[in-house]
T-cell receptor
Framework: DAGVTQSPTHLIKTRGQQVTLRCSPK?????VSWYQQALGQGPQFIFQ???????QRGNFPDRFSGHQFPNYSSELNVNALLLGDSALYLC?????????????FGPGTRLTVL | AQRVTQPEKLLSVFKGAPVELKCNYS??????LFWYVQYSRQRLQLLLR??SRESIKGFTADLNKGETSFHLKKPFAQEEDSAMYYC??????????FGSGTKLNVKP
């Protein structure tokens, strides 16, 4: 089991563009959470998907949206990119929606907005 | 509002010395706290959670509700403990608030 996988590894975009990041959860996991980690900061919770629905959301604007597919994989979409969106985007999977379930993190996608 | 503060960005200790990584939280509800660790070139991973009251790799953490703290401790640091450590608060059932992290450097 490769664990949580994310693609692409790195991405460069310009302001105003749109981006889609992808995540495949650990085998057997049904819940995916997304985090944004700016340089020198801890991960910030964006949202969580379970049963193909957004279950929780952090303090992020509507420009950030997501989707979960029947195979539990997930996408994070960011529209109208801003310079401040440059960060490492982490995906974490768990079995079950409860926060006490252990989260397993992926390696992240490094997004640079120019 | 919920908040997690890790006051030290960098903590350097010598091998064999005790280590304490500080974490303070602010939360009006009943806190569930975690420590996550990221070793060099590895993924972020769970180290321990207060609810389990476990000791992992010699590390322990006690929740002190009076001082709103969840400090991570180890009596004898090892070089392999060098890593980035994040304290995290679980709130609203399944949302996490991470601190900004402390880099632990264990010198030989």
């Amino acid at each position: 089991d490769a664990g949580v996988t994310q693609s692409p590894t790195h991405l460069i975009k310009t302001r105003g563009q749109q981006v889609t990041l992808r995540c495949s959860p650990k085998s057997g996991h049904d819940t995916v959470s997304w985090y944004q980690q700016a340089l020198g900061q801890g991960p910030q919770f964006i949202f969580q998907y379970y049963e193909e629905e957004e279950r929780q959301r952090g303090n992020f604007p509507d420009r950030f949206s997501g989707h979960q597919f029947p195979n539990y994989s997930s996408e994070l979409n960011v529209n109208a990119l801003l310079l401040g969106d440059s960060a490492l985007y982490l995906c974490a999977s768990s079995l079950g929606v409860a926060g006490l379930d252990t989260q397993y993190f992926g390696p992240g996608t490094r997004l640079t907005v120019l | 509002a919920q908040r997690v503060t890790q006051p030290e960005k960098l903590l350097s200790v010598f091998k064999g010395a005790p280590v304490e990584l500080k974490c303070n939280y602010s939360y009006s509800g009943s806190p569930e706290l975690f420590w996550y660790v990221q070793y060099s070139r590895q993924r972020l991973q769970l180290l321990l959670r207060h609810i389990s009251r476990e000791s992992i790799k010699g590390f322990t953490a006690d929740l002190n509700k009076g001082e709103t703290s969840f400090h991570l401790k180890k009596p004898f640091a090892q070089e392999e403990d060098s890593a980035m450590y994040y304290c995290a608060l679980l709130y609203n059932f399944n949302k996490f608030y991470f601190g900004s992290g402390t880099k632990l450097n264990v010198k030989p």
